[in-house]
């Protein structure tokens, strides 16, 4: 995994000052790196019937649609405010460098369809907690959250249920 973490650049104070940017923009334009990052998360998941992959805008669109490919799912988007077309349900939450809002199709699941939400990054757990809240209170059955990388000195995972957080890259 060392050689998939090798290419992920750091971007210093991006999006403000103090905060390192992990832009992984740089694996996802290596074909070689960014398969091998689908199949390794995907193999985690197969046999457990995984009905949904519900990608979080915007990174995780390109993780979960990959990851909903291999595993013969369907995709759910989680969006801004604004940008779905249907009636949606929505929830704010903290970022580490400020608030902000996402939104989901209320009718996005049947209750009881196993999920697995993915993005890119965990960092202090905001985002994925809200997401979470969103797909549980729809009936969805989170089977896990998945990222390509933690933070693991941001201590994300503490805001998430227990054994609901995978990631394939660890970062101290």
Known sequence: MEDLKTIIRDIPDFPQKGVVFKDITTLLSDAKSYHRMVDLIAHRYFGQKI???????????????ALAYKLGAGVTLVRKPGKLPYKTRKKSYELEYGQDTLEIHEDAFDKGTRVIIADDLLATGGTMAAVYDLVTELGAEVVECAFLAELNFLKGRQRLPDNKVYSLLQFD
């Open 51 to 65: 009905e949904q992959v519900v990608g979080v805008e915007a990174r995780g669109f390109v993780l979960g649609a």
